[in-house]
């Protein structure tokens, strides 16, 4: 599915062949990769990194021990893989046009996004992150529950009972804290996944 007509960062970055982890131990649903010239997710930065929900997330993984450094290369051999809701890039207006919306059933989305579903199968867990994230896991996913209550709010952030799903804000528009919150929940709401861990958690 090429929504915008162009070809998806998912594609040019060769996620699947680059990025995708042996073993999926947890897919992150993010949502969306932001305006036509913002950085992505996976384009590996040089020095200083703008992407804030990365660093917020490879740093908060770290310290929580379920990676081994704040590095893409150590997100993967963790066995985490990031994919968006909406894989095309969009301006910023758009984006909040379709956050105000997307507790709602209508309006629909621009396109079914429905390659998330077979990562989604593969993946052990899957991390639902932001609202537009939630929306389109319940377009494409049979057994995640319809939900429409403020995903800022308690009981947010946790695992949906009984299933695979974690749901929670999205890290770029958060504190450090709250994404450190968010970091300790992921791990502790699934111990038969995150049970181990890669080295001692250092938090300072």
């Not at 897919?27 to 990769?33: A, F, K, S, T």
């Not at 990562?119 to 996913?141: D, N, P, Q």
């Not at 952030?157 to 770029?172: H, M, Q």
Request: glycine share 6%.
């Amino acid at each position: 599915m090429n929504c915008c007509g162009k070809l998806h960062a998912w594609d040019i970055y060769d996620v699947p062949n680059r990025w995708k982890p042996q073993r999926v131990r947890c897919l992150i649903v993010g949502e969306n990769p932001g305006e036509q010239d913002s950085m992505y997710f996976y384009d590996v930065p040089a020095n200083h990194d703008p992407v804030r929900v990365r660093t917020n997330l490879l740093y908060w993984l770290t310290v929580v021990g379920l990676i081994s450094e704040p590095t893409l290369i150590a997100f993967r051999a963790g066995g985490f893989l990031f994919d968006h809701a909406i894989r095309c890039h969009m301006p910023f207006k758009e984006i909040k046009r379709i956050s105000r919306t997307a507790d709602r059933t209508e309006p629909l989305l621009p396109a079914t996004p429905a390659y998330l579903r077979p990562l989604m199968e593969e993946a052990l867990t899957v991390w639902v992150m932001g609202r537009i994230a939630r929306k389109a896991v319940g377009v494409v996913a049979k057994d995640f529950p319809t939900v429409r209550d403020k995903i800022s709010q308690p009981p947010y952030p946790c695992r949906l009972r009984g299933t695979k799903y974690f749901v929670s804000r999205y890290l770029s528009r958060i504190s450090r804290e709250h994404a450190a919150i968010i970091a300790r929940e992921l791990r502790r709401s699934f111990p038969e996944v995150f049970g181990g861990v890669v080295r001692p958690a250092i938090w300072n």
